[in-house]
C-alpha cells in the first residue's frame, strides 16, 4: 500500500490538484488513443497502405493496451504507483512523438504499440490514486468526476486532431499532444505525493507469457488472414498453431499452479462469466464505428478531415451525456440499463445499415451522438451487474481480466469489419464489373450512364471507379450489420444474468 492510501493528512486544495493531474493523464491517454481513428484515410494515403493495413495502427494499440494494463498492479507494488504512472506518461508521450515521426508503416504500427503498452497503466493506476487520496464517502462523486472528464478525449482528440490534418497534415495530431503530456508528466512529479512500493506481488510469468503469445497471434490471424488467403498461407497456419498452443499452456498453467495471473475458477460465478462475455461484446462495438467511418466518408464520400473529427467528436459528447443519464439508471436493475444501452446500438446499426454515399452531416452526427450515449449508459451498469455476486476479494484480479477482455474484444471486432469489408469489396466488385458489357442493354441508355462510358478509356475508368466506390459500401453495410448483431445477441445474455445478489445462507 502506498502513502497515498494512508494520507488523512492531504489538504483538500491538495486532494483536488491531485484529482487534477490524473485526470489531464486520463484524458491525454484517451486522447491519443482515439485520435488516429480521424487521422485512417491520411495516414493511408501517406503510407501507401490498403484499409485492412492502416487498421493495424488501431487495433494492435488497442492489443498492446489490452495485454499490458493486467500488469498494472503488480508494476504498482514492484516500484510505486507515482513512478509507473510518471514512467507511463513520459513512455506514452514520447511514443505518441515517434508516431508523429514515422516514415514507414512498420514504424508507425511499432511505435503504436508501444504507445498503446506502455500507457496501458494510466487509467487503472490514475483511478486508484483517485479513490486512496478522498475519504471512502467521498469515493462515489470523485470515480463520477473522474469517469466524466475522461470522456473529454474522445472528444478533444478527433476534432482537434481533424482540425491539424486538415490544416496541416496527420502527423501534427500526434505533435499536438506532445505539449500536453509534458504538462501532465510534470503535474505528476510535482503533486502526487512521494510514494513507496508496497508488498512485492508475485508474477505469474508463465500464464502472462502464454496468455500473450495466444492473443497475439490471434490477433495477426485475424489482421493478415484476408491477405494472405487464410489457411492457404502457411504463416497463417503457423500462427493459429502457436496460438492454439499458448492457450492450451495457459489453461493448464492456471488450472493447476496455487497463485495463476488469470484465476479461471473466478468463471464459476454466473453473473461474472456472463459480465464477461458482455464486456467482450461492449468492446467489440465501442470503437468499431470510429474506425470504420473515417475510411469510408473521406475515401469514398469526399468529407473533409474536419468534418469527420466533429463526427468522432460529438460522439463523445453523446458518451457524456450517456454517463450523466446513469445518475437516474443506476437506481433500476442494472439489466433494465444494459437493455437500454445495447438497444440503442441495434437501432444506431441499422440506422448505418441504411446509409448511401450521399449521407448528410446531419444524421452521421445525430448517429455518432447516439453511439455516445448508449455506450456511456452501458458501462455502469454493466460492472455493477459483473461484480454484483462476487467476493470482494478477488475484486482486483477479476477487474484485470475484464478490461482485458474489453481491449482484445475491440482489436479483434475492428480487425474482422475491416476483412469484411475487404472480402465483400473485392467479391462484389468482380460481380459488378461482370455487368459491364456492350451487349448490357441497360448500359446503351443515355440518360443512365451520363458521365460514363464504354467507348472510351476515361470513361471506362470513371465507371470502374463508381463500381468500386459502391462495391466498398456494401462491404461497410455489411460490417454495420455485424456490429449490429453484435449488440443485439448482448441483449439475450443480459437477461441471463441475475438481477439481484443471492442472500447469504
Known amino acids: 500500500m502506498s502513502d497515498t492510501a494512508e494520507s488523512p493528512e492531504l489538504s483538500v486544495a491538495r486532494r483536488v490538484l491531485i484529482l487534477a493531474a490524473v485526470v489531464l493523464c486520463s484524458t491525454l491517454y484517451a486522447t491519443t488513443l482515439l485520435v488516429a481513428s480521424t487521422l485512417l484515410p491520411q495516414m493511408q494515403g501517406s503510407m501507401a497502405a490498403t484499409p485492412d493495413e492502416i487498421a493495424w495502427t488501431t487495433t494492435f494499440n488497442i492489443l498492446a ?11 504498482a507494488a514492484r516500484f510505486g504507483r507515482k513512478r509507473v504512472l510518471l514512467t507511463a506518461v513520459i513512455g506514452s508521450t514520447v511514443a505518441t512523438w515517434l ?4 516514415e514507414s508503416l512498420e514504424a508507425l504500427v511499432l511505435w503504436r504499440i508501444l504507445q498503446g503498452g506502455i500507457g496501458a ?6 483511478n486508484a490514486i483517485v479513490l486512496d487520496s478522498f475519504p471512502r464517502r467521498q469515493a462515489g462523486l470523485v470515480s463520477s468526476i473522474f469517469g466524466m472528464t475522461v470522456v473529454l478525449g474522445p472528444v478533444i482528440g478527433p476534432v482537434f486532431g481533424g482540425m491539424l490534418a486538415e490544416t496541416y497534415n496527420w502527423r501534427w495530431a500526434f505533435y499536438m499532444i506532445v505539449p500536453a503530456g509534458a504538462l501532465a508528466a510534470a503535474a505528476v512529479a510535482v503533486i502526487l505525493p512521494a510514494d513507496r512500493p508496497g508488498q512485492r506481488v508475485p508474477m505469474d510469468w508463465t500464464g502472462f507469457l502464454a496468455l500473450a503469445t495466444a492473443i497475439a497471434c490471434l490477433q495477426l490471424v485475424f489482421s493478415r488472414g ?4 487464410w489457411l492457404e498461407s502457411s ?10 498452443l499458448a492457450f492450451y499452456v495457459f489453461l493448464a498453467h492456471s488450472l493447476t499452479t496455487d497463485r495463476p495471473f ?19 461484446i461492449y468492446g467489440m462495438v465501442n470503437f468499431t464505428p470510429i474506425v470504420l467511418l473515417p ?9 473533409p478531415d474536419s468534418i469527420i473529427g466533429q463526427i468522432v467528436g460529438y460522439r463523445g459528447i453523446g458518451g457524456v451525456i450517456g454517463f450523466g443519464s446513469t445518475l437516474l439508471i443506476g437506481r433500476w436493475d442494472p439489466r433494465l440499463g444494459m437493455t437500454i444501452g445495447f438497444g440503442l446500438l441495434v437501432v444506431s446499426g441499422l440506422w448505418l445499415m441504411s446509409l448511401d454515399l450521399n449521407v448528410d452531416v446531419d444524421t452521421l452526427l445525430l448517429n455518432a451522438v447516439l453511439q455516445g450515449i448508449a455506450v456511456g449508459i452501458i ?13 470482494s476479494r478477488w475484486t482486483a484480479e477479476a477487474m484485470s481480466l475484464f478490461h482485458l477482455l474489453r481491449n482484445l474484444g475491440s482489436s479483434l471486432f475492428i480487425s474482422l469489419s475491416v476483412t469484411e469489408i475487404v472480402r465483400s469489396t473485392t467479391m462484389n466488385y468482380s460481380r459488378m464489373t461482370e455487368l459491364v458489357s456492350p451487349y448490357n442493354r441497360a448500359l446503351s441508355v443515355p440518360n443512365l450512364m451520363g458521365g460514363w462510358s464504354l467507348e472510351t478509356l476515361q470513361g471506362l475508368a470513371r465507371l470502374s471507379k463508381e463500381i468500386d466506390r459502391q462495391a466498398a459500401m456494401i462491404g461497410y453495410l455489411n460490417a454495420f450489420g455485424l456490429y449490429m448483431a453484435a449488440s443485439a445477441i448482448a441483449i439475450g445474455f443480459v437477461l441471463l444474468a441475475r438481477g439481484k445478489p443471492r442472500a447469504a445462507g
Open 262 to 280: 488469470l484465476n479461471l475458477r473466478l468463471l464459476l460465478d454466473r453473473n461474472y462469466a456472463l459480465g464477461l462475455v458482455l464486456v467482450l
Open 379 to 391: 458501462w455502469v451498469p454493466l460492472t455493477v451487474l459483473t461484480f454484483r455476486t462476487l467476493d
Open 65 to 75: 493496451t489490452a495485454i499490458a494494463t493486467p500488469t498494472s498492479g503488480f508494476l
Open 295 to 303: 475510411t469510408l466518408l473521406q475515401s469514398y464520400a469526399g468529407y
Open 99 to 102: 508516431c508523429g515521426q514515422a
Open 121 to 126: 497503466p494510466v487509467v487503472p493506476l490514475a
Open 226 to 229: 484476408q491477405r494472405l488467403d
Open 235 to 244: 504463416e497463417i497456419i503457423a500462427e493459429i498453431g502457436i496460438a492454439a
